[in-house]
């Protein structure tokens, strides 16, 4: 249908463009889950139109406040909808149940009818998912980053089994004889998996005061934040870089595309002679950014291959990958324990890693401020020349 297909695209830009990049679970692969599951409930529960699209519009925003936080984010979920559907005029969309619908993932809502309550399943899907634990800490690391508070392992685990055997159950005849089993395989998984953390715990407070022995030798914390805020700085700037890098390709590439698939058949015509240059004109400048775009992002790995007595004379830097992934573990597990001995050595390391990692990205940025400036230019001169072609018609 039309109006799930622009659904789809809004909600995608959306979180593209909006999203915090705090929520690593409830993004867009969250929300794609929830409109899977909603599909296979309408097919299992086998619900027809128009209850079947409000339902789909209703898992396709469910989620859309968390661009504005996670507080009362069903309520501005309910307002993102209403602002999307005035765009369009479907007879088929009853708005109002589509935001009851949002409103019923509410952890203390209980659903009332057959939507709400496959709705409220379709919520709740990953707890059947093979790859739940992964999930499951997708979430946790969200929940510390957004609400400043932390988890230990042990503690995460129980409150997720405790949620999977005792809190929650489903609704829906379909979940309950479908979902419902493979949700029992992964509260037994869950349960191994805290039996396991509990013996770890044991065994690591038997080393608590040896670590603190330890920490004392170790820079201090003030160095340590400052090399981990100016690495993540610079891990974040060149994400940022790719991104729009990315955008450059996807943006050329349309152009290209169109540019052979609907103008360049039609160049034969001599009635469309004067469009042949100023097509060429942006074809090239669209290739030329491409290649641009395309060195700036491209990865560069050294091969230049390090010995250990290279190490020993502290000539290699230890933290690249492309030097240490030639190594043997144990010369590498040696490298790194003598690295955490050495003070100096270890800044040192830290210091020449920025450094090269500065390189890298003033090459990216440059390389991509020079894509830029020739695809603007490219869209300036092309644009010029298609009107002139046009005037001298």
């Given at each position: 249908?039309?109006?799930?297909?622009k659904?789809?695209?809004?909600i995608?830009?959306?979180?593209?463009?909006?999203l915090?990049s705090?929520y690593?679970?409830?993004?867009?692969?969250?929300?794609l889950?929830?409109?899977?599951?909603?599909n296979e409930?309408?097919?299992?529960?086998?619900?027809l139109e128009?209850?079947?699209?409000n339902?789909?519009?209703?898992a396709?925003?469910?989620?859309?406040?968390?661009?504005?936080g996670?507080?009362n984010h069903?309520?501005?979920s309910?307002?993102?909808f209403?602002?999307?559907?005035?765009?369009y005029?479907?007879?088929?969309?009853?708005i109002?149940?589509?935001?009851s619908l949002?409103?019923a993932?509410?952890?203390?809502?209980?659903?009332t009818?057959?939507l709400e309550?496959c709705m409220?399943?379709?919520?709740?899907?990953?707890?059947?998912?093979?790859?739940?634990?992964?999930?499951a800490?997708?979430?946790?690391?969200e929940?510390?980053?957004?609400?400043?508070?932390?988890?230990?392992?042990?503690?995460w685990c129980?409150q997720?089994?405790n949620?999977l055997?005792?809190n929650?159950?489903?609704?829906?005849?379909?979940a309950?004889?479908?979902?419902q089993?493979?949700?029992?395989?992964?509260?037994?998984?869950?349960?191994?998996n805290?039996d396991k953390l509990k013996?770890n715990?044991?065994?690591?407070?038997?080393?608590?005061?040896?670590k603190?022995?330890?920490?004392?030798d170790?820079?201090?914390?003030?160095?340590?934040?400052l090399f981990?805020?100016?690495?993540?700085?610079?891990t974040q700037?060149?994400?940022?870089?790719?991104s729009?890098?990315n955008?450059?390709?996807?943006?050329?590439?349309?152009?290209?595309?169109?540019?052979?698939?609907a103008?360049i058949?039609k160049?034969?015509s001599?009635?469309n002679?004067?469009?042949?240059?100023p097509?060429?004109?942006?074809l090239?400048?669209s290739?030329?950014?491409?290649?641009?775009?395309i060195l700036?992002?491209k990865?560069?790995?050294?091969?230049?291959?390090i010995?250990?007595?290279d190490?020993?004379?502290?000539?290699a830097?230890?933290?690249?990958?492309g030097n240490?992934?030639q190594?043997?573990?144990t010369d590498?597990?040696?490298a790194?324990n003598?690295?955490?001995?050495?003070?100096?050595?270890?800044?040192?390391?830290l210091?020449k890693d920025l450094?090269?990692?500065?390189?890298v990205l003033?090459?990216?940025?440059?390389?991509?401020?020079?894509?830029?400036?020739?695809?603007m230019?490219?869209?300036?001169?092309?644009?010029?020349?298609?009107?002139?072609?046009?005037i001298r018609i």
């Amino acid at each position: 249908m039309e109006l799930l297909l622009k659904a789809e695209a809004y909600i995608f830009n959306l979180f593209k463009d909006k999203l915090s990049s705090e929520y690593i679970y409830h993004d867009y692969l969250h929300t794609l889950r929830v409109v899977t599951a909603v599909n296979e409930l309408i097919k299992g529960e086998r619900i027809l139109e128009p209850d079947a699209t409000n339902l789909k519009l209703a898992a396709w925003f469910h989620d859309a406040g968390y661009i504005l936080g996670c507080d009362n984010h069903e309520e501005r979920s309910c307002e993102i909808f209403k602002d999307f559907i005035k765009e369009y005029t479907f007879k088929n969309v009853d708005i109002e149940q589509v935001c009851s619908l949002i409103l019923a993932t509410k952890c203390v809502h209980f659903p009332t009818n057959l939507l709400e309550m496959c709705m409220k399943d379709a919520d709740f899907y990953h707890f059947t998912l093979d790859n739940y634990s992964e999930l499951a800490d997708l979430l946790k690391k969200e929940i510390e980053t957004t609400c400043t508070q932390q988890l230990t392992d042990v503690d995460w685990c129980t409150q997720n089994l405790n949620v999977l055997s005792k809190n929650h159950y489903y609704f829906t005849d379909y979940a309950k004889e479908n979902w419902q089993p493979k949700k029992e395989q992964n509260i037994f998984k869950l349960r191994e998996n805290l039996d396991k953390l509990k013996l770890n715990k044991k065994s690591k407070n038997k080393q608590i005061k040896e670590k603190k022995l330890e920490k004392l030798d170790r820079p201090e914390r003030g160095i340590e934040t400052l090399f981990r805020t100016t690495l993540n700085n610079h891990t974040q700037l060149s994400a940022i870089a790719d991104s729009k890098a990315n955008i450059l390709l996807s943006v050329n590439s349309i152009i290209i595309s169109i540019s052979l698939t609907a103008i360049i058949p039609k160049l034969d015509s001599p009635s469309n002679a004067h469009l042949i240059i100023p097509t060429f004109i942006l074809l090239i400048f669209s290739v030329i950014t491409i290649v641009y775009t395309i060195l700036a992002t491209k990865p560069k790995v050294s091969s230049n291959s390090i010995t250990k007595q290279d190490i020993e004379q502290r000539k290699a830097n230890i933290l690249f990958f492309g030097n240490f992934h030639q190594l043997p573990l144990t010369d590498f597990n040696d490298a790194m324990n003598d690295l955490m001995k050495d003070r100096d050595y270890l800044y040192d390391t830290l210091i020449k890693d920025l450094y090269y990692l500065g390189l890298v990205l003033n090459k990216k940025y440059r390389m991509l401020s020079i894509s830029y400036t020739v695809f603007m230019y490219g869209i300036i001169i092309s644009v010029a020349a298609f009107c002139i072609a046009f005037i001298r018609i």
